[in-house]
Nanobody, 122 residues
């Protein structure tokens, strides 16, 4: 399985950015997909996930600002980020879940992308 994340960059506070993650190697629609992030000198943290049927769940700090979607025809998951804050600055990782999760924890994911850097300036 390969996951290729893209779309990171520099954005001003209050701005928006959309990350993409293209997957290959196994049936994309059969697995939940998650997003995680790691800020400098901090542990990797869960951002949100989208289930096989499209249901989503987010960590509290990003609720109402971030939206995860998936396009099974393109084997791609997206993370739409809006109202960005400097504290959202991090390397963002997409991940493909295992069969049973837990989907809100890194241990529920079998495969990881390489990460894409998002920098939010104040």
């Amino acid at each position: 399985v390969q996951l290729q994340a893209s779309g990171g960059g520099l954005v001003q506070a209050g701005g928006s950015l959309r990350l993409s993650c293209a997957a290959s190697g196994r049936t994309f629609s059969s697995y939940a997909m998650g997003w995680f992030r790691q800020a400098p000198e901090k542990e990797r943290e869960f951002v949100g996930f989208i289930g096989r049927s499209g249901g989503t769940y987010y960590t509290d700090p990003v609720k109402g600002r971030f939206t995860i979607s998936r396009d099974n025809a393109k084997n791609t998951v997206y993370l739409q980020m809006s109202s960005l804050k400097p504290e959202d600055t991090a390397v963002y990782y997409c991940a493909q879940a295992g069969t049973y999760g837990p989907y809100n924890s890194a241990r529920g994911y079998d495969y990881w992308g390489q990460g894409t850097l998002v920098t939010v300036s104040s």
